[in-house]
């Protein structure tokens, strides 16, 4: 019985000093992170977003706090994590990719939620306009449906014969519309025929690269999606196996040995929305802060995946690359 009591008078005591802690008016403000897949695979953009913040001059566990969730988070749990979140009454959510936006979206209405990348927010209904956002959202949005097309355009340089192109995306995403159309226009301009390649998880990129090989796909382009972008590893070494050419929307995918991306530089994007969370924190309110696109983009090559599936780059295209890896 004493026990009990004990353990009975401790949680009395541990939720008097949250309650204390959550009514206290100069409290450090907490910045919860809504990451869809494992947190290892955007380290290096976490790291950007914090390194924006300490130029804002923040200190983290001094006058900023931010909340990780542990392990992986799977795109069919963020629903309910962005529940959990709104009940803990953060300051600030910062959710990466689309997916994690639209379940911080109908988690609230209330907490700003900031997005460091998210394809195409006005088309895929994140926020009304640009310049004028409304609701509770705000931050950086790719122009991926835009890009899809120039992507194709320099595919179509490097292997001049392509007549069939495998089209790699993740038909659950809403990202995903917007450019698989552009992609559409654009192949039909230069001829090309395309051949869908949908992976709803982990478990269906071998199968869809067999399908690629049989079906002789000439080449490989990829659609911007979270699941892609967390499996792009994997992807990479299916694509080199399968020795297709293939151009990323991400220059991660280079990285991790791909051959070409045309793409924003996201860990610009993350450090960038650093200035969004701090300008929400000093009273801003997102519906009024216009949402920003990239301006600048980088065409890199992977010469060294060229040479791993036989293929050489015309030098036209190669010194139109703002980074050649040799």
């Known amino acids: 019985m004493n026990r009990n009591l004990l353990w009975l008078l401790t949680i009395f005591l541990l939720a008097s000093v949250h309650l204390a802690w959550a009514q206290q008016p100069g409290k450090v403000p907490r910045i919860v992170i809504l990451p869809p897949g494992p947190i290892s695979e955007r380290v290096h953009l976490w790291e950007a977003f914090r390194q924006g913040l300490r130029k804002l001059g923040y200190v983290e566990g001094q006058n900023i706090i931010l909340v990780f969730p542990s392990g992986e988070v799977k795109p069919e749990r963020l629903p309910h994590l962005a529940a959990e979140l709104v009940s803990l009454k953060v300051d600030v959510i910062v959710a990466a990719a689309i997916v994690a936006v639209q379940a911080a979206k109908e988690a609230t209405k209330t907490i700003p939620i ?168 000093k009273g801003a309110k997102p519906a009024d802060l216009p949402v920003e696109q990239p301006t600048k983009f980088e065409f890199v090559i992977n010469l060294k995946a060229a040479k791993q599936i036989g293929l050489t780059i015309p030098p036209n295209v190669l010194t139109r690359g703002d980074k050649v890896i040799k």
């Open 114 to 281: 900031v997005m460091p990348v998210a394809s195409d927010a006005v088309e895929t209904g994140l926020v009304a306009s640009l310049a004028r956002p409304g609701g509770n959202i705000t931050g950086l949005t790719l122009i991926s449906s835009q890009l899809s097309g120039k992507r194709l355009e320099l595919l179509k340089e490097v292997v001049p014969r392509l007549s069939r192109l495998a089209v790699l995306s993740n038909p659950t995403s809403a990202a995903v519309p917007p450019q698989m159309r552009e992609t559409e226009v654009t192949a039909r301009a230069l001829g090309v025929q395309l051949q869908p390649l949908e992976v709803r998880g982990p478990d269906d990129f071998e199968r869809v690269f067999q399908a690629a090989t049989k079906e002789r796909a000439g080449a490989l382009i990829t659609l911007d999606d979270a699941l892609l972008f967390t499996q792009r590893t994997r992807i990479v070494k299916l694509a080199a196996k399968s020795r297709l050419p293939a151009i990323y929307g991400f220059r991660e995918f280079v990285d991790a040995g791909g051959l070409m991306s045309y793409a924003a530089n996201t860990s610009d994007m993350y450090r960038r929305a650093a200035a969004f969370v701090d300008k929400i924190l």
